[in-house]
C-alpha cells in the first residue's frame, strides 16, 4: 500500500475530541441518508457521548461532476467483480476515500471508530477504510456493523492482500486483525457498551427484543438536504425488524430472527417529528413489511390521518413496503383504503415476484395473483401509488409459469399510465440463492446443486428445463417486455449492464459448473 | 436454438403481452327536454348501443383491439327545435348528453389523462369542427381515436409529463448479441 504523503500524528499525543466517529462508504443508493447512522449517533449522544457521523457515498457523490461519474467510479465497489486492492487504492474514489479518512481522523480525533455496511455493496469500500485506518491509525479501536457485514468478500483472494477467507465479511476483517469487533444484528443496545468498555461483542446475534422507547435518529451531521430525493427531503423510520411471512427465497427471516414490531403511535409521533424538525415531506419506513402487523399498522395510518388533519400537513408523505394480503383479510369495517390514502401512503413496495399461482403457492407468498388484482384495484380507486418487484426464474419456475407472469404485466399495464403502479422491477438478474433462505438449506440430496461463491448459479434438478441458457432467455424476454409496454422502471438499464459483466467475467464457471453437474439419471439417456 | 431462433421465440412472447381487448365504460348523464337524447355508441366502426339515455347512466363494452386504432364515437341523433326551450335570449331547458367519464380497464381518460380534452373532437352535423368538447349538444359525432397499442403509448405520455424518470432503456445492441452468442455458445 502506498505511503500517505501528510504526516498522520501519533493518536497519544493529540487531544481527543470525539468519543466515536462513524463512517459509511460506497455503495449505496442515495434516495435517503443511511438511517444506521443517525439513529446509533442519537443513541449514543443520548448517553452522554459525542459523536460524529459521516456518509462518504454522499460526500463523493456531490463532489462528482455527473451522476455517471458516480456510477463509473464506485463500480468497482460493488463486490460484484475481482478487483486487485492496489487499483481500489489508486483509482480516482480511493483516493478521495484514503484521504478523506485521514481528514476525519486528524480533524475529530476519534477515541473509537464504527464503520457500517448498509449492504454488500459497501463492504469493499469498508475494507479500504480498514485497511486506511489499521495503517495509520492503528491505536484506535475500530468494529464493523451494518446488514452487509454478513455477506462473504466476493473475491477476497483477488485483492491481492494475502487475507484469510472467512464465511462473512465481519469474520474476514476480524481475523485478518482488521477491526477489533464487529456488531452482527441490532447494534441499538449494545453500541453504547462498546464504547465505554470496547469489549469484543462478535460472539452472538444482537436482537432487540422490544423497539419502543430508542431516542429518535439525528441527521444533523449528514448533508440531509442534498441527498437525491425522488419526492423533497425523505427521512427513515423504523416500524419493526424480520418478518411476519416466510418466503422460501428470502434471508429475512435466517437474519432477522423473531418478528418485532414497534406501537404504531410512536411511529406516527416520530414521522410528524421528522416532518416538523428536518421539513422531511416523505418518510420512508424501513420495515420488511410495513403492515406486517395488521394491527399495529392501523394504529400507525390512523394516528398519522388525525394528525396530519390536525396539524395541516397535507404534503406529509410516507412510503415503504407492504404486503398484499389475501383480499378476504382487507379490513374494509376500518375504512381501510381510505384511511391508508389519508395518512400519505405512497409508492407502496409490493413483491408480487410471479405471476403464477403455482409459483406463489412454492414460494409460500400466502397470497394468489387474483388477490394482488384485487389491491391494486383499490389502489387506483383510491390514488394509492404503488412499486411491483418480480423475480424471474424462481426454482420451480416453467416456461408456462414464466408466461403467467408476462400475462401480469399485460393485465396491469392500465396501472402505469395513471401512477397506480409507479414502476415493476426486476432485480437480482434472476433467482439467486441465499444461504439463510429456505433454498440455502438444501443441496444436491434435495436435486439442488450450486456454486458456494455465486448465488446466481444453481441447477434444481427437478426442473431441468431451467438451466443458464433458459435463465437469461427469461430475463432477456422480461426486459424486452418491459420495453415494448414501456413500463416504468429504474433499474434495468443497469441489470442488462449487470448480464452482460456477469456472463462475460463468469463464462468459465458456468461452463465448469454445469460441466460439473451430474444429470439426472433420465437426461442422461 | 440459434440467434434467430432465440430472438424469434422472444419476440413471439413479447408479443403476447400487448391486450386483445379493452373494457370501455363510458359515464354518461344525460338531460332531456321534450325527450331524451338518442344515442349511439360506435367502438371501432362497430355499433354498440342505439337508443335513449336517460340521467346518469352507465355504459360497458369489450371491445377487440385492432391493428391501428381504438376509435370511440358518440353520435347525437335527432335533435330538433322542439329539443331547446329557447326564451328571451335564454336556454331554459335543453336535450344534451355530458360524457362524465371514458374508461378504458379502468382508467378514467377525463381525469387521468390529457387525450379526452387534447385529442377529442366534435364534428357537427354540418361538417363544423370543434375541440375539447365534454359531450353531446348538437347532431353530430364526438371521437376519441387512440393510437394502439393504447397503453405502452398512455404510459410513455405519463411517463412524460413526470420528467421520463423512470422511463426503461433497452439493452445495448452490441452487449445483447454478445448475450445470445453466449447462449448460443452454452
Known sequence: ??????????????????????????????????????????????????????????????????????????????????VDFETLYISACGKWITNKVVDLVETHRPKSIGVSCFSHYNITAALLILKVLKEHYADIP???????????????????????????FAETMKSNGLVDT??????????????????????????????????????????????????????????????VRKCSFCDIPGKFGKFVQRDGKEIADEVIYLYETYGAKTIFLTDSLTNGSM???????????????????????????????PKHQIPHAKNYYPMLAESGAVGLSAGVESGSDRVLEHMNKKCTIDDVYTELEYFNQHKISSLLLLMCGYPTETRSDFEKTLNFLRDIQPYFSNGTVIKAEVSALWFARDPQSQWGRMGPEQGMHFDPNDPKLWFYEPNPELDIK??????????????????????????MQRLFDYLKHNKENIKKFYHNIKRPQHEQQ | MNNNKLENEMQRLVATTHLQQYTIKLELEAFECNGWPQVEIILNQEVVFDGE??????????????EKLLDIRLVLKGK??????????????????????????????????????????????????????????????????????????????????????????????????EILKFVKEF
Open chain 1, 1 to 82: 500500500m502506498e505511503k500517505l504523503s501528510y504526516n498522520t500524528k501519533s493518536m497519544d499525543t493529540v487531544k481527543q475530541t470525539t468519543d466515536f466517529l462513524l463512517i459509511t462508504g460506497p455503495i449505496r443508493s442515495l434516495i435517503y441518508p443511511p438511517m444506521a447512522l443517525a439513529l446509533l449517533k442519537g443513541i449514543v449522544e443520548n448517553k452522554g457521548f459525542n459523536c460524529k457521523t459521516v456518509d462518504l457515498n454522499q460526500m463523493y457523490f456531490t463532489q462528482c461532476e455527473s451522476e455517471d461519474q458516480f456510477e463509473t467510479d464506485t463500480k468497482m465497489f460493488d463486490n460484484k467483480v475481482p
Open chain 1, 142 to 168: 475500530v468494529m464493523i456493523g451494518g446488514y452487509g457485514i454478513n455477506s462473504p468478500l466476493s473475491f477476497c483472494e483477488e485483492f491481492g492482500l494475502g487475507l484469510t477467507r472467512k464465511e462473512s
Open chain 1, 182 to 243: 464487529y456488531v452482527v444484528g441490532d447494534a441499538e443496545r449494545v453500541m453504547v457498551n462498546w464504547i465505554k468498555n470496547k469489549t469484543d461483542i462478535s460472539d452472538k446475534q444482537h436482537k432487540l427484543e422490544k423497539l419502543e422507547g430508542l431516542p429518535y435518529a439525528d441527521y444533523t451531521d449528514l448533508d440531509y438536504k442534498n441527498y437525491e430525493y425522488t419526492n423533497g427531503i425523505t427521512l427513515p423510520v423504523t416500524g419493526s425488524k424480520g418478518c
Open chain 1, 295 to 325: 394491527k399495529a399498522f392501523l394504529v400507525y395510518i390512523e394516528t398519522l390521518s388525525n394528525l396530519k388533519h390536525k396539524r395541516g400537513y397535507k404534503d406529509l408523505q410516507w412510503t415503504g413496503q407492504y404486503i398484499m394480503r
Open chain 1, 470 to 495: 433458459e435463465l437469461v432467455f427469461r430475463r432477456l424476454t422480461l426486459h424486452k417486455t418491459i420495453n415494448e409496454l414501456h413500463i416504468p422502471n429504474g433499474i434495468e438499464k443497469p441489470e
Open chain 2, 53 to 66: 339515455i336517460k340521467n346518469k347512466n352507465t355504459k360497458e363494452f369489450v371491445v377487440k383491439a385492432q
Open chain 2, 80 to 177: 330538433g327545435k322542439r329539443n331547446i326551450d329557447f326564451r328571451d335570449n335564454t336556454i331554459l331547458k335543453n336535450q344534451y348528453c355530458v360524457i362524465n367519464d371514458i374508461k378504458i380497464n379502468g382508467i378514467s381518460m377525463r381525469w387521468g389523462h390529457q387525450v379526452f380534452w387534447e385529442d377529442s373532437i366534435f364534428e357537427k352535423d354540418n361538417k363544423e369542427v370543434l375541440t375539447k368538447v365534454d359531450g353531446l349538444y348538437w347532431n353530430g359525432t364526438w371521437r376519441v381515436a387512440l393510437q394502439e397499442p393504447v397503453f405502452p403509448l398512455l404510459n410513455k405520455i405519463f411517463q412524460n409529463k413526470g420528467g421520463n424518470k423512470f422511463n426503461p432503456v433497452p439493452i445495448k445492441e452490441q452487449h445483447l448479441t
